[in-house]
Nanobody
């Protein structure tokens, strides 16, 4: 069992930055893929970014060039640096982890979510 706890959300003006963190309760640096998803108001949950278990990184087209995903294996923590934020980035952001090559909407472990609100 892996518990995931997100933090770092908040209210920011358009063009600003935030860094989200996701602390895992156990080592996830080997054999686990981890990623970020988000669900905006009235929208379906969508993929944002992920680090696959093999080390590759992937981003949704909507955040490429603005968001950076990274992990600190010593701290069992996943990060999402979000720059040049837009009102469309407003959403609850969820961290996900899965003991498999990829994370998907059906990933085994999820955090409780952290709210990001971008004002125009």
């Amino acid at each position: 069992q892996v518990q995931l706890v997100e933090s770092g959300g908040g209210l920011v003006q358009a063009g600003g930055s935030l860094r989200l963190s996701c602390a895992a309760s156990k080592r996830t640096s080997v054999g686990y893929s981890m990623g970020w998803f988000r669900q905006g108001p009235g929208k379906e949950r969508e993929f944002v970014a992920a680090i696959w278990s093999g080390g590759s990184i992937d981003y949704a087209d909507s955040v490429k060039g603005r968001f950076t995903i990274s992990r600190d294996n010593a701290k069992n923590t996943l990060y999402l640096q979000m720059n040049s934020l837009k009102p469309d980035d407003t959403a609850v952001y969820y961290c996900a982890a899965d003991p498999s090559p990829i994370v998907t909407q059906s990933s085994r472990y999820w955090g409780q979510g952290t709210q990001v609100t971008v004002s125009s």
